[in-house]
């Protein structure tokens, strides 16, 4: 008996110091906490973006855009605070270009006082654009899932330009005139964005609300543009 009772006791005293060693291997606070908040269906995501798209007729009073020549480029990136498993929200930092391709419209003469044969109206911005998102999948593993987004954008024209351009006697083309900082454009804009999205691939909306010209006997620009954006 007296045998039995000594291995009773060690067998109890190397399963009492087992469970500590687990409960003591479990309870380090860094290691969980980092692998639950960061992430794409984590409290904290972020990534970068690039967007290729192009400008449409809807918004426009005239037809002086050569559309499908008229694009857009958005390179940045992207903050996204998950509030719950389906509402996130979220904001973009990002360097937006637009180049607005006229067709023979005549209007900028106020330029250098000539109508040439092709002319750009060219913005470089800079643009912070908050979001709210609705997960479509909410119960998902760690992967962003089907979603859309609904928000808007304040751009800064850091960068305004015109340019023009003209064919030459040989039948090449020849930079005619260019003009960065160009007066005629105001540096501010705004307007709505939506996006459609199945992990990091996106198809995205934007409609200005804002003029891009200041004067109304200028050309009136495309208001929406559209195109596709790849996450990484």
Do not use: C
């Not at 037809?63 to 498993?85: A, T």
């Not at 330009?161 to 083309?173: I, M």
């Amino acid at each position: 008996m007296k045998k039995i009772a000594v291995l009773i006791s060690i067998i109890s005293f190397g399963l009492t110091g087992l469970s500590q060693t687990i409960v003591m291997q479990n309870t380090n606070p860094m290691e969980p906490y980092n692998a639950k908040t960061k992430g794409e269906n984590r409290k904290h995501y972020n990534q970068g973006f690039i967007s290729f798209g192009v400008v449409t007729p809807i918004g426009a009073k005239n037809d002086d855009s050569y559309f499908g020549k008229s694009l857009v480029f958005d390179l940045g990136h992207r903050y996204r605070y998950r509030i719950s498993n389906f509402v996130n929200i979220g904001s973009d930092l990002s360097f937006y270009m637009q180049g607005n391709r006229l067709d023979h419209s005549g209007m900028h003469k106020i330029y250098d006082g000539a109508t040439h044969e092709r002319e750009n109206i060219i913005q470089n911005e800079f643009r912070i654009s908050p979001f709210i998102r609705f997960n479509l999948t909410p119960h998902r593993g760690n992967y962003l899932g089907t979603y859309i987004d609904f928000g808007g954008y304040i751009g800064w024209n850091f960068l305004p330009v015109f340019r023009a351009v003209d064919t030459g006697h040989n039948g090449n083309e020849e930079m005619a005139y260019t003009r960065s900082f160009d007066p005629n454009q105001n540096r501010y804009d705004y307007g709505v964005t939506g996006r459609i999205a199945r992990n990091k691939h996106l198809l995205f909306a934007t409609y200005r609300l804002s003029d891009i010209m200041k004067k109304s006997e200028q050309p009136s620009l495309p208001r929406l543009a559209v195109g596709i954006q790849f996450g990484f």
